[in-house]
């Protein structure tokens, strides 16, 4: 069902507040260096309402002080429920966050990590992301020049999730899709996503890749969790080598070259730069090896999450080059986006380095996708053209 425009303003908090921004009314003025932020998430009003009408499996529930939880299967999960704070939903309080760390622009995605899609039914999972994308469409419409998004899609139904990123770019106003980054972990994997990509293609869509398994029918996957004990520490492990499997399918094997026009991002520096290190120790010196071919020129790496650390950003910068890294805050897990950007000032880049990670190469391929970004203010320059596009 799509929402109207009333029932959007009034589920969404404090969402009537920010029309203003959309049509234009400049935001309060900002840190001399702007940021562009490209990993958060928002739950929409259809989705939260949708999980909390749930008996089973993934559903919102919510207690006496009006807290409200997200439960899911505890098998496969190292933590089965998440506790949601109203930065998960609120957009006016996200939007004055934004201005008080400075950051410019904003991309919503929805939370994979949450485990929702993977095991609810196909039918489910249609309606809960067709309405979901229905809401994100008016939320980013309502200030365009402060926010974008990326459709949530069905794992189960690739085929009716090739229709909806159609759908996402004709008709809601989304720049691409958010899609497991489990689904990728193998060349075999990755096909099964080919209809998907094919309406990318055609559509020039910005593709994010986020922690996540996708639904059983994919094929390749890895296993949730190696062993039991130590499960923070290990969980931390399995993710960095999740996503370093998924950056070796993707960089290393052929699947993107029939994508050209698409631009694609892994979250977390590709599994806390565990991808980077691959790249670097397979062409080191004297290797008995031969040169093989790599598309890290085709992958851009985000500092969300398992990726803030000012080691791995410093890493990931120095080994697959500033142009491939932007900044990614994982805002809505995380309250606030002050500790992500001071790690990243602690990575101690060159300030043209630290200028594109913040700035740069986000708005590159923000303006790629037909993004109209806010005019600088006063004192804020540039920078250098990082070639991206």
Do not use: C
């Not at 039914?121 to 992301?129: G, H, P, V």
């Amino acid at each position: 069902m799509i929402l109207s425009r009333r029932t959007v303003l009034g589920a969404v908090p404090g969402l009537a507040a920010i029309l203003a921004i959309g049509r234009g009314v400049a935001a309060p003025s900002r840190p001399t260096t702007p940021i562009i932020d490209l990993h958060s998430h928002w739950i929409s009003p259809s989705a939260a309402a949708a999980l909390s009408l749930r008996a089973f499996g993934p559903q919102i529930t919510v207690d006496a002080q009006g807290r409200r939880t997200l439960r899911r299967p505890a098998a496969g999960q190292s933590t089965p429920s998440t506790v949601l704070g109203p930065q998960w939903f609120d957009i006016e309080a996200r939007l004055r966050h934004l201005d008080e760390v400075g950051v410019v622009h904003q991309l919503l995605s929805w939370p994979t990590t949450l485990g929702v899609d993977p095991p609810i039914s196909a039918d489910d999972s249609r309606l809960l992301w067709r309405a979901h994308n229905n809401d994100l469409s008016v939320a980013v419409r309502a200030a365009p020049r402060r926010l974008s998004g990326v459709a949530a899609l069905s794992t189960s139904d690739i085929a009716w999730s090739a229709e909806e990123l159609k759908r996402a770019h004709g008709d809601l106003g989304l720049i691409g899709a958010v899609l497991p980054v489990n689904g990728f972990a193998s060349l075999e994997a990755a096909r099964r996503f080919a209809p998907i990509f094919e309406v990318a293609q055609r559509e020039k869509s910005h593709i994010f890749l986020h922690t996540g398994f996708a639904h059983q029918t994919v094929p390749g996957q890895p296993i949730s969790l190696l062993h039991a004990d130590a499960i923070e520490t290990r969980g931390a492990l399995d993710t960095a080598t999740q996503f370093a499997s998924s950056v070796i399918t993707l960089a290393y094997t052929d699947f993107l070259d029939a994508y050209p026009d698409v631009t694609l991002q892994v979250a977390m520096l590709g599994g806390s730069g565990v991808a980077a290190l691959i790249a670097e120790s397979t062409s080191l010196p004297g290797r008995i090896t031969q040169p093989r071919k790599t598309r890290f020129d085709r992958i851009v790496l985000d500092t969300g999450a398992a990726g803030q650390g000012p080691a791995a950003i410093a890493a990931a910068t120095r080994i697959v080059g500033p142009p491939r890294i932007v900044f990614g805050s994982d805002y809505a897990p995380g309250t606030s986006l002050a500790p992500v950007i001071a790690n990243v000032r602690a990575a101690h880049l060159t300030p043209e380095d630290e200028r594109q990670v913040f700035y740069d190469n986000a708005r590159q391929i923000l303006i790629r996708h037909g993004v109209s970004l806010a005019p600088l203010a006063a004192g804020e320059h540039r920078g250098r053209a990082s070639g991206l596009v």
